[in-house]
């Protein structure tokens, strides 16, 4: 067992598995995804620990409990269309590629999709779509998507993400202050945008989802 192998067996067991993640699916991928190849080299050592990590341009890659207990909440079971917004450093977009059928991801600082590019095909992702852009407004010509997910803080749920959504679909995203937030689950329950069911999961702390139906940098 290398010694990275060995790392993500212990981020499994003390991280997840103790703290309640339960979805098989979730913690096999986590468990084989090589996190350390998303970040700098001289963070790869503190690749697995249980906290979040610089990756430039302010921006970070989430500890993998906020990983984890996000994509559980998806609910996935392999056939979905997802969209992310905000790729970063491309960690959350290659579990979700592991995970769905198809993953279009937004990011708005280019320099992070472009990276996030490199990364993911060095490891032959090729059911990902990246482009760079205001995530906020979603993607609507490939609209509607079995799940959303937002990596980034929002002062509320953008109308235009509700909107993307499939009848039956989740959308995860943080919502509150730019100091904290609540992670909230969204299912849209009919055609009717607003008809939906709101759950919260925890409080977190994101950094912030800038764009027009969002914070204004």
């Given at each position: 067992?290398?010694?990275?192998?060995?790392?993500?067996?212990?981020?499994?067991?003390?991280?997840?598995?103790?703290?309640?993640?339960?979805?098989?699916?979730?913690?096999?991928?986590?468990?084989?995804?090589?996190r350390?190849?998303?970040?700098?080299?001289?963070?790869?050592?503190?690749?697995?620990?249980?906290?979040?990590?610089?990756?430039?341009?302010?921006?970070?890659?989430?500890?993998?409990y906020?990983?984890?207990?996000?994509?559980?909440?998806?609910?996935?079971?392999?056939?979905?269309?997802?969209?992310?917004?905000?790729?970063?450093?491309?960690?959350?977009?290659?579990?979700?590629?592991?995970?769905?059928?198809?993953?279009?991801s937004?990011?708005?600082?280019?320099?992070?999709?472009?990276?996030?590019?490199?990364?993911l095909?060095?490891?032959?992702?090729?059911?990902?779509?990246?482009?760079?852009?205001?995530?906020?407004?979603?993607?609507?010509?490939?609209?509607p998507?079995?799940?959303?997910?937002?990596?980034?803080?929002?002062?509320?749920?953008?109308?235009?993400?509700?909107?993307?959504?499939?009848?039956?679909?989740?959308?995860?995203?943080?919502?509150?202050?730019?100091?904290?937030?609540?992670?909230?689950?969204?299912?849209?329950?009919?055609?009717?945008?607003?008809?939906?069911?709101?759950?919260?999961?925890?409080?977190?702390?994101?950094?912030?989802?800038?764009?027009?139906?969002?914070?204004?940098?």
């Amino acid at each position: 067992m290398g010694r990275y192998s060995k790392k993500r067996t212990q981020m499994i067991n003390n991280h997840l598995i103790a703290r309640g993640i339960t979805d098989k699916r979730v913690l096999k991928t986590m468990g084989t995804v090589p996190r350390h190849l998303f970040v700098d080299e001289g963070l790869q050592d503190q690749a697995y620990s249980d906290n979040p990590l610089p990756i430039g341009s302010r921006q970070t890659i989430s500890q993998p409990y906020i990983v984890a207990l996000m994509t559980e909440a998806l609910q996935l079971k392999g056939t979905e269309k997802v969209m992310e917004i905000g790729t970063g450093c491309g960690y959350q977009t290659a579990i979700l590629a592991e995970l769905a059928e198809t993953v279009f991801s937004i990011e708005r600082i280019a320099s992070l999709a472009f990276r996030a590019q490199r990364a993911l095909d060095s490891l032959h992702y090729y059911n990902i779509l990246i482009r760079v852009g205001d995530g906020t407004y979603g993607w609507s010509e490939e609209s509607p998507f079995d799940a959303i997910i937002t990596t980034a803080g929002a002062p509320t749920i953008p109308e235009t993400l509700k909107k993307q959504l499939a009848v039956g679909g989740k959308l995860v995203i943080p919502v509150g202050n730019r100091s904290s937030q609540t992670l909230l689950r969204v299912t849209r329950l009919s055609e009717e945008p607003n008809d939906i069911k709101i759950e919260d999961l925890c409080g977190c702390r994101f950094v912030d989802l800038i764009g027009e139906h969002g914070w204004k940098d």
